[in-house]
Structure formats: C-alpha cells, structure tokens
C-alpha cells in the first residue's frame, strides 16, 4: 500500500539548462497545498539544476533528470511509497510500474505532441488513471478520434486539457515587491529568459537579452528590469540602465508580469502560459529547447504574440514597436483570450485531490 492518503510524489523533467517542468510542478503542489495544508510533497530533481525550493517540501536528488537516472528515480518511488504521483514529461515504464506496485494512482502530464502520444501507447495506458494535457492557444481542444477509441478500451483512464499553469497575479504584492526593486508598480518592461542556462554563438541568452532591454529603455524611456534565471551561469549582476535582478520565485514572477506594459521573454512552455494567461502583450524569443522556434512561429502567426529572434537589435526593435503600439498590444491580449488562454492551476489541482480523495 501507498505510504498514506496525503503524499504525493512530483517527478518533473530537470537540468541545467530548462527547468519548466520544474516550476510548473512547483505550482500545482503549492496549490495543492493551499487546499489541503496537511499534504505531504516530495519532489525529484536533478541536483545540477539550479532551482527555486520550497521549504515545505521533500526534495530529493538524482544524478540527471529522472528519465536518465533511472534506477535511482524508481528506488526514491519505492522508498517514499507515495499516494499519488504526477510525471511531468519524465519518467520511464519501470517507474511507472514502481508506483502501481506501491499503491499510488499516477497522473501524466504532457506539454507536447510526442509526450501526449507516449501516453496513448497501449502498454502505457493501463498504468494511468489522470492524463494531464497542456493545449494553450486552443479554444476547444479534443482528443484525435484514434485517442478517443484508446480511452474508451480504459474507461478508468481520465483526461483533462488545461491551458497553462502560473501562480495567481496579487496586486498588494506587487506593490511591495516593485517598491523592494526601485520600480514603479507598473508600466515598465520586463525580460526574462526562462531558466536562463543556455547560450547563443558562445554568449549567455540572458546577456543577450539585457542588451536589448537596455536599448529598449534608453529608446522608450520606460524603466526596464532584467531577470537572469536560476540557471545563469555568467557574472553579470547590474547595469547602469537596468534593473538586474538574477532570479525570483515563480510567484514573485508573477506579481511582475501583472505590472509591465509587455514582456519579453524565452518561448518555454511555462514561461509562455504563465506571461499570456495573466494577460501580459508579449514578445517571443528562442531562448532554450527545440520546442520553442516552432511555439513562437505558431502563436505570432495567429497574433498572439510578438516574435523576435535570439539578437539584440531585432528584439529590441520588436519590444520598442510594441511599447508604442497600443492597438497591437491590446489586439495581442484579444487574441489570447479568443484562444482561451488562462491560468487553469486550480482545474489541475482539482483533478489531483480527486485522484487523492478516490484513493481515501
């Protein structure tokens, strides 16, 4: 049996380079607890990432993401004998089968075509009772008619789609934080790269990315602010026409997105959802994994969003034309709310105390 009704194990993909898996996990479980403040939650991750940690929870550390330090994942899974464990894009059928063995009712988190087909595969589909499905930019996504037979053979099998995960917006915190951070408490620009590990022709993408929010303020006039990422590894801690800031807690994030006039900011999944659903006019750039060019030509082409490449002029130029373009900006967020992107944190939270109360 599972170690009792009130843990769950999070098991996301992590590394040095991207972690929004990570933080997109770390907002479900805070949610979660918000709902049931007993619940105990452990989480997997990969020590070399440099990641935000919450002091309320477990934290225990393999040698890669759990996909590749695989051994090690199912041993933590078999030790903890959780509830209820959410895979966010990692894990593999030995870990799976670790957790049935243990008990636990496992939910799946998929955030890209090739990860939604992994779960509609035969062999996996009896090891799930919750397929989590992120679908942003689709006002009514459905399941293909292939994966609409394959759920009905499991009639235990439930899906949800969801259209992106972030921390609520709070205007009395943002008022604190901007005053901590020298800022106005709203109408500036803010750049961000995501996770902030990677790199453009040998320089850090955060780099980059401050030169442009340099250029941008000095030609606007609008104060900027420059977060780095968690996985920043460079030596650049202020600059004289930027506010530089290394890194700040996904909820603090939040609180600075729901004040700037737009954002300029890494094409990551989490990223994205979490700038668009709280109704922030973006530009998008390459700032990390494969996934990212084709998200970009997508949501620019439907006019969700602005597009830039990894350069700092071209992104300059797009965040200075959007800052002075009113119209566009406002055409930006009609667009994201016909698409029906939004915050569904709680929708997904739901789903997994059900999953939890079903296990009671």
């Not at 989590?132 to 006002?139: D, F, N, Q, W, Y």
């Not at 119209?327 to 709680?346: F, L, W």
Request: aromatic share 6%; proline share 7%.
């Amino acid at each position: 049996m599972a170690e009792s009704p009130d843990s769950v194990l999070f098991v996301p993909v992590s590394g040095p380079g991207g972690s929004g898996e990570y933080y997109r996990c770390l907002a479900i479980a805070r949610a979660l607890r918000a709902h049931r403040p007993g619940l105990v939650i452990h989480f997997l991750v990969n020590r070399h990432a440099r990641l935000e940690r919450d002091a309320r929870f477990h934290y225990h550390e393999l040698n890669d993401s759990p996909t590749r330090d695989r051994l090690a994942a199912r041993e933590y899974i078999e030790q903890l004998r959780p509830a209820l464990v959410l895979f966010d894009s990692a894990g593999r059928m030995m870990h799976f089968r670790a957790a049935r063995a243990v008990g636990a009712r496992v939910a799946w988190l998929s955030d890209r075509p090739n990860k939604r087909r992994k779960a509609f595969r035969w062999r996996m589909l009896p090891l799930l009772d919750l397929h989590l499905m992120a679908a942003p930019g689709e006002a009514a996504p459905r399941l293909s008619f292939l994966h609409r037979f394959k759920q009905r053979c499991f009639p235990g099998l439930k899906t949800v789609f969801f259209s992106g995960i972030a921390p609520p917006a709070d205007a009395s915190r943002r008022q604190a934080l901007c005053d901590a951070l020298g800022l106005p408490d709203s109408d500036y620009l803010l750049f961000a790269p995501g996770g902030g590990g990677y790199e453009r022709g040998g320089r850090p993408v955060p780099e980059i990315m401050l030169e442009a929010a340099a250029i941008s303020a000095t030609e606007t006039g609008l104060p900027a602010i420059m977060l780095m990422g968690p996985q920043y590894k460079g030596a650049v801690e202020s600059h004289e026409t930027v506010r530089v800031v290394k890194s700040l807690p996904t909820e603090d994030l939040s609180q600075l997105l729901g004040g700037a006039r737009l954002a300029v900011i890494g094409a990551g999944s989490m990223m994205t959802t979490q700038t668009l659903s709280l109704g922030v006019p973006a530009v998008l750039v390459p700032a990390g994994g494969d996934d990212q060019p084709p998200r970009i030509n997508d949501f620019s082409r439907r006019g969700l969003v602005s597009a830039a490449p990894m350069e700092a002029g071209p992104m300059a130029e797009a965040a200075i034309a959007l800052a002075r373009d009113a119209d566009r900006r406002a055409a930006q967020q009609a667009a994201v709310r016909d698409a029906g992107i939004r915050n569904d944190v709680e929708l997904v939270a739901a789903g997994l105390l059900e999953l939890l109360s079903a296990e009671c």
